[in-house]
């Protein structure tokens, strides 16, 4: 059984940083491709970013890109989200996930964290 913690959320300024965390645990981290994605209020779970097993390859959703970036230490068992200019508009539950499938074609979340909540005032 996989199991993902996510850390890191908190309340944060517009223009602010913060870098999310995802502690995975049951399984070798550098078998699965992984993804951070996210959830505001009153919204759809939306995608945020996507990393392949072997660090090669990124994919970040057209609102994210140049402001967050996504990193793995198979080492540690662990994913990162580092945001950067943070807007209001970023608040959201944010949550890790293992994906399966084939990376560059066909990629499903399969295992979910219970999400870190960031919080960006204005």
């Known amino acids: 059984q996989v199991q993902l913690v996510e850390s890191g959320g908190g309340l944060v300024q517009a223009g602010g940083s913060l870098r999310l965390s995802c502690a995975v645990s049951?399984?070798?981290?550098?078998?699965?491709?992984m993804a951070w994605f996210r959830q505001a209020p009153g919204k759809e779970r939306e995608f945020a970013a996507a990393?392949?097993?072997?660090?090669?390859?990124?994919n970040y959703a057209d609102s994210m890109k140049g402001r967050f970036t996504i990193s793995r230490d198979n080492a540690k068992n662990t994913v990162y989200l580092q945001m950067n200019s943070l807007k209001p508009e970023d608040t959201a539950v944010y949550y890790c996930?293992?994906?399966?499938?084939?990376?560059?074609?066909?990629?499903?979340?399969?295992?979910w964290g219970k999400g870190t909540l960031v919080t960006v005032s204005s």
């Open positions: 990393i392949a097993r072997s660090s090669s390859s990124t």
């Open positions: 049951g399984r070798t981290l550098s078998t699965y491709h």
């Open positions: 996930a293992v994906l399966s499938g084939i990376w560059g074609r066909s990629l499903e979340p399969r295992y």
